[in-house]
């Protein structure tokens, strides 16, 4: 049985469509939990969207177990169980942290069908499952209704293992989704995903984003490629950086920003994400600190171009490097208010939990 509970918007239409499950996620540092949160990607870019004032509806599924509030009311599915995750990491995370951890999926909702996708359209689309819900036909959908859709690479390449659940992956060309490349906005992937794909061909085919922790992103188009700068982070947990970095580039670029500065704006995103455990509380303060650093640069951007220059994928804007800048001075904000260490705090609308 699936009940759809969808709330009313108090901003209609919405511009996005978030598609990817709710998860509950659990992390554990030598064989004990440090810390229990709402995840799933969805979850994840919902947070930036929410403090850059992005309008957007969710499609979620979850089972009738879920122990989270969200702002939208997810899809209840009341025969199933919420797609849960453990991630294993050692005694510390050093470096980019990524190659210490193990991902586990130990239950796994109701994919998301076609059927479940509004009939309206939207200006962008975000295709940002985790857990295996979102199927070929349901991505295909999403391009129908929306003007752009970005996709992360783990909503096809992701496999589970039979018996404990391990994360593992597919060769793109194998996923049941190579065909529909050339439709999409943007296509994003780990450094440690990347592999899966062979860059060079699929670059052809739609533009490639490649986050690679520290050491920033890369941008890859059929017409040549960026490499952008990182923010310096001192990381207490990795998960859901990459989700934050699609959702900031998302936002950046469907509002006017080059890509080159969308991927820097990203890069913000995800650095805050790596300094705090679980989902990132980001202060109200400083996002609108980074709201008017957009907007001003924004209009920069548009004074400074053509019109047929403005989405230019593979050159550096003018005024790149002062908008790092002040983006930089922004962050250092930030890390005065990041905490060092997992803290104790209370569940605010049940959407964080660390013990």
């Known amino acids: 049985m699936v009940t759809d509970s969808k709330d009313p918007l ?12 709710f998860c509950h996620d659990f992390l554990i540092r030598d064989a004990r939990v440090v810390a229990e949160s709402l995840g799933g990607a969805a979850s994840f870019i919902s947070t930036v969207f929410d403090g850059l004032s992005v ?14 509030s969200t702002n939208q009311t997810p899809i209840v599915v009341a025969d199933s169980k919420t797609t849960t995750f453990r991630a294993f990491f050692g005694s510390s995370i050093a470096g980019d942290g990524r190659g210490d951890r193990i991902l586990k999926r130990i239950a796994a909702c109701a994919p ?19 857990g295996g819900e979102i199927l070929p036909d349901t991505l295909k959908r999403m391009i129908e209704i929306c003007d752009a859709v970005f996709v992360d690479i783990q909503s096809l390449i992701r496999v589970f293992d039979e ?19 050339p439709r999409i906005g943007f ?8 592999p899966f794909m062979d860059v060079e061909e699929v670059r052809k085919l739609c533009p490639v984003l490649v986050t690679n922790g520290k050491e920033g992103c890369t941008v890859y188009s059929n017409g040549g490629q960026l490499q952008i700068a990182p923010f310096t982070a001192a990381e207490l947990d990795p998960t859901g950086a990459g ?25 913000l995103f995800g650095s ?29 951007h548009i004074d400074s ?47 964080h939990k660390l013990l």
């Open 10 to 21: 108090t901003n209609f239409p919405p511009r996005a469509l978030i598609v990817g499950n």
């Open 55 to 68: 309008p957007y509806l969710t499609v979620s599924k979850v089972g009738a177990d879920f122990a989270y």
């Open 272 to 300: 805050l994400t790596v300094s705090q455990m679980g989902l990132p509380q980001f202060e109200s303060r400083i996002l609108q600190r980074i709201k008017d650093k957009v907007e001003t640069r924004k209009l920069q």
């Open 187 to 194: 296509l994003k992937a780990s450094a440690e995903e990347a």
């Open 112 to 130: 998301i069908l076609p059927s479940d996708l509004p009939d309206f359209r939207f200006d962008f689309g975000m295709a940002v499952g985790v």
């Open 163 to 181: 018996i404990d659940g391990t994360v593992e992956h597919v060769n793109l060309k194998e996923s049941g989704f190579f065909h529909l490349l």
């Open 305 to 351: 171009c053509d019109p047929g220059e403005r989405k230019s994928i593979h050159q550096m804007p003018e005024g790149h490097e002062q908008f790092k800048k002040s983006l930089v001075t922004v962050r250092s904000e930030c890390q005065l208010n990041v905490p060092a260490s997992p803290r104790t705090v209370e569940q605010v609308n049940g959407q």
């Open 243 to 267: 989700d934050c970095f699609l959702g900031g580039f998302a936002a950046g670029f469907t509002a006017g920003l080059a890509v080159s500065d969308a991927a820097l704006l990203g890069n």
